[in-house]
């Protein structure tokens, strides 16, 4: 009786924290709602309502970094609540970790009808990741535990087109169709199955379908022409495919669409050369064309140009560093987990920089700093790898605002929030260009990194891995702390016991006069663990 009443207790007293943090969030007021969060997982530890809630915040506010983290706790402390494992899969999947987005995908299944949303991310990730049988697999057993053989088919179509099956893909696609006659989106796809299994012209074959089957919708004559230009490509018929796209343009609005089929069908045909100028023009019009960009990446890549490609993905990049994908881009063609590796500026020039700003502070605040989300951060570190120049808070401020405008949403912190993080992001990247461009050390920057884990920069020598820690700098109070710890991949060094003497406006920053001073520290620290710091490092 009493633990059902402590339990019934507990209950009201999480209910009233979570509806107090959703009136803050509706409010645009979302310190305090994490703030409220926090409050109640202090009387309720790892309560699973309450770090759900968290979570979702953070996904709000679009800091994926802190959202995986607490979705990381919540699969620890409760394994058995499965939608945990969908909503990390979904930033998985964000972060282009396919593998473990498949993992978190599959353990959020429970071979139940409320499966369905989670299968609706599974099965297009396999068959695009080329694992369409085991896409088959999980379909049909679902069709077979839920006894609903339509279950899926039109996914089920597509499984089997990746596999070869391409009479029983054309199947299944008119069986989808023939249940749901009046989807325009579903008869141009099973048109465009048709192309691989059919001798008609897709223009034909919908004649026909058009006289017999009750309730089709009209296709207008721009999606026929479309039809008709893949029917044409897959036949090698080129010259035709080519001036029925002439057509199309004739009497189209979207010309980029067109232009962009005419490159396609000029490399195809061979004209490899002219097709590739003709996508490079498009790729600078639109650098988000993913399409263009793969082939492109594959011709140059091909030729053992890859050096190129990069440069000239770079240039096109220059004048949008806000163009977040494009960065992401650029970091996966390098395969560097350094977020700066492709920045030329060394430290004096990074400093020069620094000096132009008129930075205020009184000192650092992580309130501040953890209010912050990541995609600020990783606008100002593309702006800094690619454009090689560190744009001001107001630059910086517009620059964000017009691309979260483009996707419907507004910054969740203002400008005074940003002015306030910026001095503190400008010292974490000051200690990366100090170390790179005065030590011999290999040297990291990873906007997660410090944006989690309050890490500024990863150095690396030999079988030694250094986490430049600011934990000291944020919290004054954390210097009783040891100043060099292990750490899950090395030692983590909590940057403090030397004073920066280097004061441009208002902040201190280290100078490049105390690098020997610092190096000099950080190998008394490592004598203290048994280890050394090579002697070369000691000497810069």
Not at 169 to 187: G, I, T
Not at 461 to 488: A, F, G, H, N, Q
Request: glycine residues 4%; hydrophobic residues 40%; aromatic residues 10%.
């Amino acid at each position: 009786m009493d633990s059902t009443l402590k339990q019934i207790a507990e209950t009201e007293v999480t209910e009233t924290y979570l509806a107090l943090a959703r009136e803050f969030q509706d409010q645009q007021l979302y310190g305090k709602a994490e703030e409220t969060i926090f409050l109640a997982l202090e009387k309720f530890p790892n309560h699973p309502f309450l770090l759900s809630r968290l979570s979702t915040l953070y996904l709000h506010l679009d800091m994926p970094y802190k959202a995986i983290g607490i979705l990381d706790k919540l699969i620890q402390h409760h394994p058995r609540i499965t939608f945990t494992y969908f909503l990390r899969g979904k930033l998985n999947q964000n972060r282009r970790r396919f593998d473990s987005a498949i993992a978190d995908y599959e353990s959020a299944l429970s071979d139940s009808a409320k499966d369905s949303q989670v299968l609706q991310q599974l099965l297009p990730l396999l068959i695009s990741r080329g694992q369409p049988e085991r896409a088959l697999k999980t379909i049909s057993r679902y069709q077979q535990t839920l006894n609903q053989p339509n279950l899926f088919a039109e996914l089920e179509a597509e499984a089997l087109f990746n596999v070869g099956e391409n009479v029983a893909a054309f199947k299944r696609m008119r069986e989808v169709l023939m249940s749901r006659p009046d989807d325009k989106r579903l008869l141009k796809r099973y048109l465009h199955f048709s192309i691989r299994t059919s001798k008609k012209n897709p223009r034909d074959l919908y004649n026909i379908l058009i006289q017999s089957v009750p309730g089709l919708p009209q296709l207008s004559e721009e999606d026929l022409i479309d039809l008709e230009v893949d029917y044409l490509i897959e036949r090698n018929r080129f010259s035709e495919a080519v001036a029925a796209i002439n057509e199309g343009s004739k009497i189209s609005k979207r010309q980029f669409y067109w232009r962009k089929r005419h490159a396609l069908a000029t490399y195809r045909r061979g004209a490899v050369e002219e097709g590739c100028d003709a996508l490079m023009a498009l790729f600078e019009e639109r650098s988000t064309d993913t399409e263009i960009r793969d082939i492109l990446e594959q011709h140059y890549c091909g030729q053992g140009k890859k050096e190129r490609w990069l440069q000239i993905v770079r240039d096109i990049a220059k004048p949008q560093t806000g163009n977040l994908g494009l960065f992401d881009y650029i970091r996966e063609l390098t395969g560097k987990q350094d977020h700066l590796h492709i920045c030329e500026l060394n430290y004096s020039e990074f400093m020069k920089m620094v000096e132009d700003f008129n930075l205020v502070r009184s000192r650092f605040l992580e309130e501040t700093f953890q209010r912050m989300p990541e995609y600020i951060l990783e606008s100002l570190t593309a702006s800094i790898a690619i454009g090689g120049t560190v744009p001001s808070t107001v630059d910086l401020w517009t620059q964000v605002t017009r691309w979260r405008k483009r996707i419907g949403k507004s910054p969740s912190f203002t400008i005074e929030n940003l002015d306030a993080a910026f001095p503190l992001w400008l010292f974490a990247f000051h200690l990366y260009f100090l170390f790179k461009s005065h030590s011999e050390f290999s040297v990291r920057f990873d906007s997660g990194r410090l944006v989690k884990d309050r890490i500024a920069c990863i150095l690396a020598i030999d079988d030694l891995c250094i986490e430049v820690d600011l934990s000291i700098i944020l919290r004054p109070e954390s210097k009783r702390l040891k100043e060099l710890v292990k750490s899950s991949n090395g030692f983590r060094w909590r940057l403090g016991g030397i004073e920066p003497d280097l004061m441009l406006h208002e902040v201190n920053f280290y100078s490049d006069r105390q690098m020997g001073e610092l190096l000099d520290r950080l190998a008394e620290l490592l004598e203290n663990t048994g280890k050394s710091l090579p002697r070369s490092k000691k000497e810069v």
